[in-house]
């Protein structure tokens, strides 16, 4: 289930009455840039669990006021935090949240997708949040067949895949191109999207007579090495196909 959208400032509320789900320091050099100028340069950043899915970085006030941005704590609160600006330089103003009390004391969020882009030691983050350190992808080989069907209409089959499992989610299927019975039902889609774990995706369309299904199809053409088994390989999205492993359907 995806969380629940809130503003910046209702975020902060919420955390600084209810506390963070969890919190604990990185002990990674974390980095964040926008245009050439590098706002914060820190080893004390921490990881906060905003609801039990994933992480995101929280940066200390120090390390922000060390670096090439300014910030101003525009909106203070009783309850223990403050919204202010980051002033980014190049016209750019990004929107902040800072905590004076309680477990949070002296950490700022900045909205992942406001700057241009964040560094783990000299890795960039991919996607919208870092990589969860109590979660992992394992890619297995199987010569399990998977079947892959739209309205009773096959659309690939094969015996040579990868199977992908992630924590705390359902196993993905990952076939050989030459699964796919006919391609002329595959068409391109402009959207990509970006996985932590896994690298950046590109997405087909799949038509079966006149119905279309939406990226109901994925590969990774640079997968990052954690999952570099599944490179160029398709995944046809479990909940808007049919699945049938070794003859078996999967629930949807």
């Known amino acids: 289930m995806a ?32 245009g050439g100028r590098w706002l914060f340069d820190t080893t004390e950043a921490e990881y906060v669990w905003e609801h039990p899915n994933y992480p995101l970085f929280y940066v200390p006030l120090r390390a922000l006021q060390a670096g090439d941005g300014k910030v101003s704590q525009d909106k203070p609160d009783p309850r223990g935090f403050w919204v202010g600006t980051l002033d980014a330089g190049e016209a750019k103003q990004i929107e902040v949240a800072g905590f004076d009390k309680g477990p949070l ?8 997708k406001s700057i241009d882009a964040w560094y783990a030691e000299d890795e960039q983050v991919l ?5 969860d350190p109590y979660k992992r992808i394992e890619c297995l080989p199987s010569t399990r067949e998977v079947r892959i069907e739209v309205d009773g209409v096959e659309i690939a089959r094969g015996t040579d895949n990868v ?6 989610l359902r196993p993905r ?17 402009d959207t990509t999207t970006f996985c932590p774990y896994k690298g950046q ?6 038509q079966v007579g006149k119905r279309v299904i939406q990226d109901a199809v994925w590969y990774y053409q640079y997968p990052v090495p954690e999952s570099a088994a599944v490179q160029s390989r398709l995944c ?17």
Do not use: C, M
């Open 105 to 112: 004391s002296g950490l700022v969020k900045i909205p992942p």
């Open 236 to 252: 046809f999205y479990n909940e808007k196909v049919d699945v049938f492993i070794d003859g078996k359907k999967e629930d949807n």
């Open 3 to 34: 969380p629940q959208q809130l503003s910046l400032p209702e975020l902060a509320a919420k955390i600084a009455t209810e506390g963070p789900v969890k919190h604990e320091p990185t002990k990674r050099r974390i980095r964040g840039r926008v």
């Open 163 to 168: 199977f992908l499992y992630e924590t705390g």
């Open 201 to 206: 995706a590109s997405y087909y369309h799949l």
């Open 127 to 131: 996607g919208p949040h870092p990589r």
């Open 173 to 189: 299927y990952y076939l050989l191109s030459t699964a796919v019975r006919d391609w002329s039902l595959l068409r391109d889609s």
